[in-house]
């Protein structure tokens, strides 16, 4: 499955209805975030049951200041509605991929148990 186009609008919406969402926060005028754009295209298309979006920073202010980007490219990735990845700067394939795998084998569900406030 190739990237979507994520805006201010369809945002909430793209989690609540995913598993997995990958954000690539970009512009066109970043250099490093051209050079990331083919590798991340490349794993979206070995990945076509994970959604791989891309915020275009410039179009979408709005949503880009929201997620406190301050450095392009930053890629988020959600599981289950939940931010469980954010890092600025471009990954090689390699890395992506080992984000990717990371985050499809995080157990959402220990990771809310373990953020819980506990009571004595």
Same mark, same amino acid.
């Given at each position: 499955?190739?990237?979507?186009?994520?805006?201010?609008?369809? &945002?909430?919406?793209?989690?609540?209805?995913?598993?997995? *969402? &990958?954000?690539? &926060? $970009?512009?066109? $005028?970043?250099?490093?975030?051209?050079? !990331?754009?083919?590798?991340?295209?490349?794993?979206a298309?070995?990945?076509?049951?994970?959604? !791989?979006?891309?915020? @275009?920073t410039?179009?979408?202010?709005? #949503?880009?200041?929201?997620?406190?980007?301050?450095?392009? /490219?930053? #890629?988020?990735? &959600?599981?289950?509605?939940?931010?469980? !990845?954010?890092? /600025?700067?471009?990954?090689?394939?390699?890395? #992506?991929?080992?984000?990717?795998?990371? *985050?499809?084998?995080l @157990?959402?569900?220990q #990771?809310?148990?373990?953020?819980a /406030?506990?009571? /004595?």
């Open positions: 499955m190739a990237t979507i186009d994520i805006t201010e609008q369809n &945002f909430a919406e793209t989690l609540e209805n995913n598993e997995i *969402v &990958f954000v690539d &926060f $970009w512009a066109a $005028w970043c250099g490093p975030c051209r050079m !990331f754009a083919p590798t991340y295209g490349a794993a298309e070995r990945h076509p049951e994970i959604i !791989f979006a891309k915020v @275009d410039e179009a979408e202010q709005a #949503l880009a200041a929201a997620a406190n980007i301050s450095s392009i /490219p930053t #890629l988020m990735a &959600f599981k289950h509605k939940a931010l469980v !990845f954010a890092q /600025p700067g471009a990954l090689n394939a390699t890395g #992506l991929e080992e984000v990717i795998q990371e *985050v499809k084998n @157990d959402t569900n #990771l809310q148990a373990d953020t /406030p506990q009571h /004595p």
